[in-house]
């Protein structure tokens, strides 16, 4: 099973997963991306502030970028 990995850029900031997931295709790679996007937002809701907004960069086991979701799309998906 290929191995997913889910990089957070909000502004300048970076949060790197250096562990990933292992998930059956990109498809599913994207949900997950959708769900860490909006837990993070939940998270910053719950403690009082506004989320803020950036991207969630889905990359393959050899670093390449193979899709990317925005916070915001996020909410809607």
Same mark, same amino acid.
């Given at each position: 099973?290929?191995?997913?990995?889910?990089?957070?850029?909000? @502004?300048?900031?970076?949060?790197? +997963?250096?562990?990933?997931?292992? =998930? =059956? +295709? &990109? #498809? *599913? /790679?994207? #949900? *997950? /991306?959708?769900? +860490? /996007?909006?837990? $993070?937002? @939940?998270?910053? =809701? =719950?403690? @009082? %502030?506004?989320?803020? $907004?950036?991207? &969630?960069?889905?990359?393959?086991? %050899?670093?390449?970028? &193979?899709?990317?979701?925005?916070?915001? +799309?996020? $909410?809607?998906?």
């Amino acid at each position: 099973m290929p191995k997913f990995f889910f990089h957070h850029r909000i @502004g300048d900031e970076r949060m790197y +997963d250096h562990e990933g997931d292992e =998930l =059956l +295709d &990109v #498809r *599913e /790679a994207r #949900r *997950e /991306a959708i769900h +860490d /996007a909006r837990h $993070l937002m @939940g998270d910053q =809701l =719950l403690q @009082g %502030n506004m989320p803020k $907004l950036g991207v &969630v960069e889905i990359c393959d086991e %050899n670093g390449r970028k &193979v899709d990317q979701i925005s916070y915001i +799309d996020a $909410l809607f998906a």
